[in-house]
Structure formats: structure tokens, C-alpha cells
């Protein structure tokens, strides 16, 4: 008897904690910045660091805390960084010395015959853009890559190679200004 006392006892604890927890949950909930919401949308989605940080997300919350300024994204070139000053009103700043030209949609392609499957572009790759096991031969996802050569560094025998893409309506994937996802100033 004692048992399904302890056992009853433990579950209505079990159960008002619950509630609490879960009215708490809805009282308290934090909400997004939509200002980074935004500044996320407008960025390429290439999760490279060629920027400084280690991917869009946290570059779009330093663009919107003030730390970081709107020209350092050299996937998205002077496209993203007008985009991003019409967005935050702010004028348009040429671009970093380092990210000044425009850039070229690329992908990488992996050399099959000379690939030895050690894994390590997959372990690189930010987007999960390549395809293949340990010892086997691996493979780009020419849809997924998103261009940013974070793979080629680690391969061990140099068969990731730089291929540039056309440009074409289902191939770019960076917004024009005319995509701006911003809600028009008043």
C-alpha cells in the first residue's frame, strides 16, 4: 500500500511541475529579432566564414547588433550588401578591399578516379553538399554545393576542383535587389 501511495504521490508532482513547465514555456517564450530574420533571408545561405564568422545566422545577429558592417559577404558581393543598406536604411559602403569583385557562382567537382574516400571534405563540407562512406569514392551534389571551397583544403590528394556555373534563372541562388524580402519604407 505504501508503494502506490510513493507511486501517486510522485505522479501528481510529476504532473504540477508539468503544468508549471509548460505554462511557463508560454509566458515567458522569446521571440526572434525579425531584424535578423530579415538580414538572414537576404544572406547567400553559403554557411562559408568567408565573412568571420562561422556562418550567415551569427554574421546577420553582428550586422544587426552593430558589431559587424554590411559589406563582408563575398558570396553575396555588392547584390547583398545594397539589399542589406536598403533594408537597414543605412547607405551602401563599398565593399571590403578583400571581397571588392563580384563574385562567380561556382561548385565543386570531386575527381572520382583519384579520390581515396578518407572523409574529410565531408567533414568540411557546411552543407552536406557531398555524398560517400569511408574507403569509397565520393561525390558533389552539384544542387546542394553552394560554392564556398571549404572542402578542398583538408582532401589529401587534390581531387576537389573548382568548376564556375553558368549563370541562368534556376542556377542563382543569391537574391537580386528586386528580391528584396524586406517590407517596404514608409
Known amino acids: 500500500m505504501s508503494i502506490l501511495i510513493a507511486v501517486v504521490t510522485l505522479s501528481v508532482i510529476a504532473a504540477?511541475?508539468?503544468?508549471?513547465?509548460?505554462?511557463?514555456?508560454?509566458?515567458?517564450?522569446?521571440?526572434?529579432?525579425?531584424?535578423?530574420?530579415?538580414?538572414?533571408a537576404l544572406l547567400p545561405q553559403t554557411q562559408c566564414g568567408q565573412c568571420s564568422f562561422p556562418g550567415c545566422r551569427p554574421y546577420a545577429e553582428a550586422i544587426a547588433s552593430g558589431e559587424a558592417p554590411i559589406n563582408l559577404c563575398p558570396p553575396g558581393g555588392e547584390t547583398t550588401m545594397l539589399a542589406l543598406a536598403d533594408l537597414l536604411?543605412?547607405?551602401p559602403v563599398a565593399l571590403d578591399d578583400e571581397h571588392d569583385t563580384e563574385p562567380t557562382k561556382t561548385v565543386v567537382v570531386i575527381d572520382e578516379q583519384t579520390c581515396i574516400g578518407c572523409t574529410l571534405c565531408i567533414q568540411a563540407c557546411p552543407v552536406d553538399a557531398i555524398l560517400g562512406a569511408a574507403k569509397q569514392m565520393h561525390t558533389v551534389i552539384a544542387d546542394e554545393c553552394t560554392g564556398?571551397?571549404?572542402?578542398?583544403?583538408?582532401?589529401?590528394?587534390?581531387?576537389?576542383?573548382?568548376?564556375?556555373?553558368?549563370?541562368?534563372?534556376?542556377?542563382?541562388?543569391?537574391?537580386?535587389?528586386?528580391?528584396?524580402?524586406?517590407?517596404p519604407r514608409a
Open 16 to 40: 504540477l511541475f508539468g503544468l508549471l513547465l509548460g505554462y511557463a514555456s508560454i509566458k515567458f517564450r522569446v521571440e526572434g529579432d525579425p531584424v535578423v530574420e530579415k538580414i538572414d
Open 89 to 91: 536604411g543605412v547607405e
Open 148 to 183: 564556398c571551397n571549404l572542402c578542398i583544403p583538408p582532401c589529401p590528394v587534390d581531387c576537389i576542383h573548382i568548376t564556375p556555373v553558368k549563370v541562368e534563372p534556376d542556377t542563382w541562388r543569391w537574391p537580386l535587389p528586386e528580391q528584396n524580402f524586406a517590407a
